[in-house]
């Protein structure tokens, strides 16, 4: 128990890091992540994602919703996911409590432990859905979890009758766990999420609420924190729970080592500077552990018996003249929460729990506010990569969806898995990389800029420079990248094909050479009948071996791409002077 229950006179403790659905501020990023997990849980199985950085509450709120999960549906909660195959599955059969294979059973069958596992699994999933049972797995720290381990778990989520999935599994992960299952290799896991949510911190307007509401939860009768303490708390915590429990509950023991009834501003400076581990001076240090010393001793009702008044003013006038400060200066703080106002915060979830359907409107939901609350530092690179061409997206999560979502403005994508340095500049386009990490994964970035001697990526974090050599090292040469081509581009021109198709293109004929005229007045508007000739090409050629690209007369991709960027249009570059 805190020291300064009784001097705020609290309960228990309002900032407390432990998750506690009792404590959960629902924020409208919380609700619309609990919107999305009903949704995906809703839906006729499989995975769903629910991802956030360090200390934003994903356990938390993944407790409330195991907490009012209706009685229908069964949960296996795995905390640790650093386990392997033969161990995650005995933990999901424990949590389900389903019996384990036998040993014995094993040595005269010869079946693996991972089969008999999920053969046990898909007959005790039969039965609870003969039952009109649900089946929720939830595995926290999924960002952990090996390439096996989710290979297994997609194989679970194959699992199903001749209708219906029997499964549904919700990954809760940091952001890394995007990248991980943006891989290749994890394209068919991938392509089975069917709801995800990205649960980012609290705003600066939710602060102040955030606070009240965890104090009165705690059992505050008024506002303990003055109006200013949010804005400070918010430019040194990011809006981050964690970090802000932290802060508050470091505040609160300065606070009380005083004597003082509110918490100011600079008490809550004083107190990040402790928790974030910012430099201070030793004076600082000193007085602080002797503040608190002699704070405990009041309480003790000892400094009264061991020391004078006149000592204590010579020692600590802070303290001294703590009572002279509250008479005279006034402090604003919020108006005190009433019961209204918290009954408004719990049933802000309430009717997102209702049994046994959902019957809120969620796909409108997502659909209409994922694009104005989803930051743009906490984008996927496919995502990343769009903005880049001027296209707003915000559920592309797969090689796939993006060039579905490309092809909508006329974009295509690209992809080369040999890929070197000479081939970048040669497509000066930027695109996603996968580079190797110390966990083994690789990671992707987009690569927005090439350098001699730096290049720049971006992740959800923002842009970040690294070295050519430290880049080279780390990639493994696949390269995913949009072009623009011409409206009426449809394939390669070639005036040796034999497909009509191939040869006449009236529109993109002319359109080509009026670019070849613009760039060299030596070329001649040839005549041709909007057919691609012997002569165009040869014009293609000159062209082609003037730009050091592959000379072969082909109106191709990397010939209109060339001519794209030599005609000033306002497309995005990887080197500006290439």
Request: contains cysteine; proline residues 5%.
């Amino acid at each position: 128990m805190s020291i300064y229950l009784q001097h705020f006179a609290l309960a228990r403790e309002p900032f407390s890091i432990v998750p506690d659905p009792g404590f959960l501020y629902p924020s409208i990023y919380h609700r619309q992540a609990v919107a999305h997990l009903k949704y995906g849980l809703d839906r006729e199985g499989g995975f769903i994602l629910l991802t956030g950085e360090v200390g934003t509450g994903k356990t938390t709120l993944t407790r409330t919703m195991i907490k009012r999960i209706p009685p229908h549906v069964r949960v296996a909660y795995i905390l640790n996911s650093k386990l392997n195959v033969a161990d995650v599955l005995a933990s999901i059969c424990d949590e389900l409590d389903v019996e384990l294979p036998d040993a014995s059973a094993l040595s005269l069958t010869k079946q693996s432990f991972t089969k008999q596992c999920i053969d046990a699994l898909n007959r005790d999933l039969l039965a609870n859905h003969a039952d009109g049972r649900k089946t929720l797995i939830v595995l926290e720290e999924a960002q952990n979890l090996t390439p096996e381990v989710l290979e297994t778990l997609r194989l679970l989520s194959n699992l199903e009758t001749s209708t219906h999935k029997l499964l549904h599994i919700l990954l809760v992960g940091q952001p890394e766990l995007l990248d991980i299952l943006a891989q290749q290799e994890l394209r068919q896991l991938n392509q089975r999420v069917v709801s995800r949510f990205h649960l980012s911190p609290l705003d600066k307007n939710d602060l102040s609420n955030y606070i009240n509401h965890r104090l009165h939860r705690a059992g505050a009768k008024r506002a303990i924190f003055d109006n200013d303490c949010a804005a400070v708390l918010f430019r040194l915590t990011g809006g981050v729970p964690r970090l802000i429990n932290l802060v508050c509950h470091q505040s609160l023991v300065a606070a009380y080592s005083t004597g003082a009834q509110t918490v100011s501003a600079k008490l809550v400076k004083q107190a990040a500077s402790e928790i974030l581990s910012e430099p201070k001076k030793s004076v600082g240090k000193k007085f602080w552990l002797l503040g608190i010393i002699v704070a405990l001793a009041l309480s003790a009702g000892l400094i009264s018996k061991l020391a004078p008044p006149e000592l204590l003013n010579k020692m600590f006038p802070a303290v001294a003249h703590l009572d002279a400060q509250e008479k005279t200066l006034q402090t604003v703080i919020d108006p005190p929460l009433t019961t209204a106002d918290i009954a408004d915060l719990d049933n802000a979830l309430e009717p997102l729990f209702s049994e046994p359907a959902i019957e809120i409107p969620v796909e409108q939901q997502i659909s209409s506010q994922s694009v104005a609350i989803a930051p743009q530092s906490n984008a996927n690179p496919f995502v990343g990569l769009l903005g880049l061409w001027g296209t707003d997206a915000t559920d592309v999560y797969s090689e796939e969806e993006l060039a579905a979502v490309a092809g909508l403005t006329n974009l295509r994508s690209e992809k080369i898995s040999t890929a070197n340095m000479a081939s970048l500049e040669q497509i000066n386009r930027p695109g996603i990389v996968w580079l190797s990490e110390d966990t083994g994964y690789l990671k992707s970035y987009v690569l927005e800029q090439l350098g001699a001697e730096q290049i720049r990526l971006q992740d959800r974090r923002g842009s970040v420079n690294i070295s050519a050599e430290d880049f080279q090292q780390r990639w493994n040469g696949s390269y995913l990248y949009l072009w623009r081509p011409p409206q009426s581009y449809v394939s390669p021109l070639s005036a040796t094909s034999i497909g009509i198709e191939n040869i006449s293109n009236p529109e993109l004929v002319d359109w080509l050479q009026a670019q070849l005229a613009s760039l060299d007045n030596s070329n001649d508007i040839i005549i041709s009948g909007g057919r691609y000739t012997a002569a165009i090409a040869q014009q293609v050629r000159r062209f082609q071996q003037q730009q050091g690209l592959a000379v072969d007369g082909i109106l191709g991709r990397e010939t209109l791409m060339r001519l794209a960027q030599l005609s000033g249009e306002n497309i995005p570059l990887l080197r500006e002077d290439a």
